[in-house]
């Protein structure tokens, strides 16, 4: 029988090839304008030669002052979409993953510099930004955030649905909603972070009702026959925070109104967390959202090899398996998985001496 891992699966029009997916990883090198450029066609090319079934690109600002740092990529403008399709159409040409695209706004864990130079906040005098966020409670150890009116989430909600306009005019396939790791919609989700004594803040219902209306918006604004899915923090990892149960809730409503899969991280939301870190330590919360809110799953966090990816998709805990840190060591993991399961993934041409069932007829 052909292994779990490198079968077909088809979310609304769209047929990924296998289950293996390439997480989105922020790469803090857009060019200015929050445009990808030569390093973006490298990395996301090099991976659609590689064999995957979906490559989603790192977490992209719906407006520019969404951004984490400002080597961070933006589609905010129509002036960035071209860069964009460039590297879809060579990803197209040459490999057969789906290419989809996070998109996402940072709110109060913005305007910071990139992690590899501290991940401190830049002070506004030196070209940092004021950031948002659902309440003035901000991130420990960073500047207060403005809280949002309800005119300012009106803004930002149309900037959701205008850059899933221009992510669908670039060639995209896929959209992830950012809703995890403490960013703008997760704040809102998580009673560690949303103070609000409004429609918007204090039970669960009304924490969950922005993120819900901001995918609402999106899931109108893009094609029908295309993938919407959101990626969350299972949980907050801290006492009194957002928890598994809370996002079984949340998964379930979303999977109403028309969202494709979820995909289960965790943390973020505050530096006071206590994670259990550990081989496919965030499997369990796929299995339950899944199980749960009855929705497609993506596991992610220390999926190392082929036969815990398989194993995990084996046991019904998820539908597909997505990889970062893996896949930045081992650009070519799809390959080995496949070799190691005794199957087969897609690979160009050029490249077919290097697989054994091919070199073994070629000298």
Not at 288 to 312: F, L, S
Request: charge should be neutral; include cysteine.
């Amino acid at each position: 029988m052909e292994p779990l891992l490198l079968s077909p699966l088809r979310l609304r029009s769209i047929e990924f090839v296998n289950r293996i997916v390439v997480s989105p990883m922020c790469q803090y090198s857009a060019e200015p304008g929050g445009r990808p450029g030569e390093w973006h066609l490298v990395h996301i090319g090099s991976y659609a030669l590689s064999g995957p079934g979906a490559i989603i690109m790192e977490a992209t600002a719906v407006e520019e002052r969404g951004r984490i740092s400002h080597y961070c990529t933006g589609l905010w403008s129509d002036d960035q979409i071209a860069n964009y399709a460039r590297i879809i159409a060579f990803a197209r040409k040459y490999g057969e993953a789906q290419i989809g695209l996070q998109l996402g706004h940072a709110g109060r864990k913005a305007s910071c510099d990139p992690p590899s130079a501290g991940g401190r906040d830049i002070d506004l005098e030196k070209g940092g930004w004021q950031t948002i966020g659902p309440c003035a409670e901000p991130y420990p150890g960073r500047r207060a955030p403005t809280p949002m009116t309800r005119d300012d989430m009106a803004t930002v909600k149309q900037s959701f649905i205008q850059a899933a306009r221009r992510a669908d005019e670039a060639g995209f396939d896929l959209i992830e909603l950012h809703c995890a790791h403490g960013y703008l919609l997760n704040e809102f989700l998580s009673p560690l972070s949303n103070l609000r004594d409004d429609d918007y803040g204090g039970s669960l219902q009304n924490r969950m009702r922005y993120p819900l209306e901001v995918f609402k918006a999106m899931r109108s604004a893009w094609p029908s026959g295309k993938v919407l899915g959101v990626r969350i923090s299972a949980t907050d990892w801290a006492p009194g925070g957002w928890d598994t149960g809370d996002s079984v809730i949340f998964a379930a409503e979303l999977a109403k109104l028309g969202c494709d899969y979820i995909c289960t991280s965790s943390g973020g939301v505050v530096p006071e967390q206590t994670i259990k870190v550990g081989r496919g330590y965030q499997v369990p919360f796929a299995d339950a959202v899944r199980k749960g809110a009855n929705i497609p799953t993506m596991a992610v966090g220390m999926i190392e090899d082929a036969r815990q990816a398989e194993d995990i998709l084996s046991a019904g805990s998820a539908d597909f398996v997505a990889m970062a840190r893996g896949m930045l060591n081992n650009p070519r993991w799809a390959w080995h998985a496949a070799e190691q399961l005794g199957g087969r993934a897609p690979f160009p041409i050029p490249y077919g001496r290097a697989r054994p069932w091919m070199s073994a007829r070629r000298p």
